[in-house]
């Protein structure tokens, strides 16, 4: 076993380019950008609370196959393409991340794919991590 593996699970969006779905590294858990599509790649529609809610959906299931869970991420990057969005993302981020992870969210000219709305995220692996 390596002290670097990679991640990947049919229960998310597939990688869209030359990078894993997640690393686990020591007791880290690097979850790469996660945008709003389904496990088949798909992009959904909706609103930007949906789209939010699709983007941590891959997360929990990454974080799943990486023998963790959403409750142990400790920080949290977020990308909107407009910061009219926030209100409603975040809305619905603190669905999700009860635990309250450190975070950053910022405004960038352009994500992968047009999509409005990334989210990435360090979670803790847990100590029966099956990788």
Not at 31 to 60: R, W, Y
Not at 72 to 87: G, I, P, T, Y
Request: hydrophobic letters at 40%; aromatic letters at 6%.
């Amino acid at each position: 076993m390596s002290d670097i593996n990679k991640v990947l699970t049919v229960n998310a969006c597939p990688p869209a380019g030359p990078y894993s779905q997640a690393i686990i590294a020591g007791p880290h858990i690097f979850v790469s950008g996660q945008i709003p599509a389904d496990k088949e790649g798909k992009l959904i529609e909706g609103s930007i609370g949906e789209k939010t809610a699709m983007c941590c959906e891959n997360i929990k299931a990454i974080l799943a196959e990486a023998g963790s869970d959403i409750t142990r991420v400790v920080k949290v990057n977020a990308f909107l393409d407009d910061m009219a969005n926030f209100a409603e993302m975040n809305a619905t981020y603190e669905k999700y991340f009860v635990t309250k992870p450190a975070r950053s969210c910022v405004a960038v000219k352009q994500l992968p794919k047009g999509v409005p709305v990334e989210i990435e995220c360090i979670a803790l692996a847990s100590k029966e991590s099956k990788l």
